[in-house]
């Protein structure tokens, strides 16, 4: 009995040691699994997040044709959607809305109607999750953005005839912050902090033809 008995602890410690080395062979496995789950549940959230913005300043956009601040109004609205946590960010989002131009459908920046503006984190209760740096304490934005008024077209009649509508772009970007840049950069083309951008293009609204000269 005394043998057997032995035999059966041996076992035992056999199964024990055996069971602790696979355990160490699949525990880097199950670390990178989670990681990874997390980092692109994080890089999801911030790709469809930009997206959503994107789309809440090209409807505020399209609505305000003949509005000299359109552009600031429009990327407040990106800012206040643009619902992710600055830590998951590397730098400040950027909001550029201008004139779209057919020959160039995802540019914005280099238009020369461009309004680009940079977003920040105003870390304040109740307030929105980010604004534009342009916006003063008191909710106010500059006078005039860089798309005169004079020169959108928004369906006024010319010479007796069905006026023009000129589209808005709205292009949102940020940098996202991988949580383990060494594990993961190689799936964002070994970039550390890949650029996700988000580009929604309107046609502005028709407005009354008092508004028409």
């Not at 997390?38 to 305000?64: H, K, M």
């Not at 993961?184 to 309107?202: E, G, L, Q, Y």
Request: proline share 8%; glycine share 8%; net charge neutral.
């Amino acid at each position: 009995m005394g043998r057997k008995a032995a035999g059966r602890a041996a076992r035992c410690r056999g199964e024990r040691g055996a069971a602790m080395v696979e355990f160490a062979l699949i525990l880097p496995l199950i670390v990178l699994l989670t990681f990874g789950i997390i980092e692109f549940a994080i890089a999801f959230n911030t790709d469809s997040n930009i997206n959503q913005a994107g789309r809440a300043g090209g409807r505020t956009a399209a609505i305000l044709s003949t509005d000299p601040q359109m552009a600031y109004k429009a990327g407040a609205a990106a800012a206040t959607s643009l619902d992710i946590s600055p830590g998951t960010v590397q730098g400040s989002p950027t909001v550029c809305v201008a004139k779209f131009n057919p020959a160039q459908p995802t540019s914005c920046i280099n238009n020369a109607f461009a309004t680009v503006m940079t977003l920040v984190h105003p870390g304040k209760p109740n307030s929105p999750v980010w604004q534009i740096a342009d916006e003063d304490d008191q909710g106010n934005f500059p006078a005039a953005d860089n798309w005169p008024v004079s020169q959108r077209s928004y369906g006024c009649p010319v010479n007796g005839q069905p006026g023009n509508y000129d589209k808005v772009i709205v292009l949102v970007q940020a940098n996202h912050k991988l949580l383990v840049p060494g594990l993961f950069s190689v799936f964002f083309n070994n970039d550390s902090s890949p650029k996700f951008n988000a580009v929604a293009v309107f046609q502005l609204e028709p407005v009354s033809t008092n508004n028409c000269s």
